[in-house]
């Protein structure tokens, strides 16, 4: 049977590399479509479309390790003693 305490810490960074991951995945699209695809599709403009991917992918990391920072800052230790 794990601690409370630990299901708890566990439980709030449990979403945070999914963000991580996400984004990216984003930035890696992004790049594709930006540097790598040469094809044309009528009025869309896939380098375009790739930086605005880039620049979500870029933007997610830096909310997710904010909101990671956050977390880290409110979880406090379960297993201290009250004081008397």
């Known amino acids: 049977m794990t601690d409370p305490a630990l299901r708890f810490i566990r439980s709030s960074t449990k979403g945070t590399s999914m963000y991580f991951g996400g984004s990216i995945a984003l930035l890696a ?14 009025s869309i403009d896939l380098v375009t479309v790739g930086y605005i991917l880039m620049a979500a992918g870029a933007l997610g990391i830096v909310l997710s390790l904010v909101v990671s920072g956050q977390r880290s800052n409110a979880v406090k230790r379960r297993d201290d003693v009250p004081p008397r």
């Open 29 to 42: 699209i992004g790049a594709i479509l930006s540097f790598a695809v040469r094809d044309n599709i009528n």
